[in-house]
T-cell receptor, first 113, second 112 residues
């Protein structure tokens, strides 16, 4: 069974600060995705990383896939209250099957004004 | 946004009652998934489908069955609901080699 460990589980910071969320595994993934979920809604896809070492930027969010494709990080610069939410990482198995994604348990992020 | 709807959005039912949740997509995506989300456990895969009438079990399939008779519809059935099946259920769709998934709004099910 593939596992994805996310850290921290909870993070509360002030508006304007920077933060990094980590997603780690002992397994290799063919791709890794980050989702953001707000209360009462389904997760929304933010980004997919496929290549080891890949870095993608989405405005103030920077996503990195580890060289060995076992881990990933999400860095937010100058956090805003609108960034508040549950951030989930999810990995697709390297076997390429259609059997869904392995999800981390998520990081609850609160940005205080 | 991907065209995915789930019905009902909320349901309260009694232990031992059969329950069917519906997921409907307008994207013509090949793959469909049912997850449950619980505090402390995150999202866990119940069943998935890789085509019409082609389904398979996920991590937590006991007590659940699924059917997919049309590309656009994926049904999740709890044959005899138990309190441990109280959860939020999400449907997702995908049509990508990297398995990018798009989620529905969820169904909150309470079994009393």
């Amino acid at each position: 069974t593939q596992l994805l460990e996310q850290s921290p589980q909870f993070l509360s910071i002030q508006e304007g600060e920077n933060l990094t969320v980590y997603c780690n595994s002992s397994s290799v993934f063919s791709s890794l995705q980050w989702y953001r979920q707000e209360p009462g809604e389904g997760p929304v896809l933010l980004v997919t990383v496929v290549t080891g070492g890949e870095v993608k930027k989405l405005k103030r969010l920077t996503f990195q896939f580890g060289d060995a494709r076992k881990d990933s990080s999400l860095h937010i610069t100058a956090a805003q209250p609108g960034d508040t939410g549950l951030y989930l990482c999810a990995g697709a198995s390297s076997g390429g099957g259609a059997d869904g994604l392995t999800f981390g348990k998520g990081t609850h992020l609160i940005i205080q004004p | 946004d991907a065209g995915i709807t789930q019905s009902p959005r909320h349901k309260v039912t009694e232990t031992g009652t059969p329950v069917t949740l519906r997921c409907h997509q307008t994207e013509n995506h090949r793959y469909m998934y049912w997850y449950r989300q619980d505090p402390g456990h995150g999202l866990r895969l119940i069943h998935y489908s890789y085509g019409v009438k082609d389904t398979d079990k996920g991590e937590v399939s006991d007590g659940y069955s699924v059917s997919r008779s049309k590309t656009e519809d994926f049904l999740l059935t709890l044959e005899s609901a138990t309190s441990s099946q109280t959860s939020v259920y999400f449907c997702a769709i995908s049509d990508s080699q990297v398995h990018e998934q798009y989620f529905g709004p969820g169904t909150r099910l309470t079994v009393t």
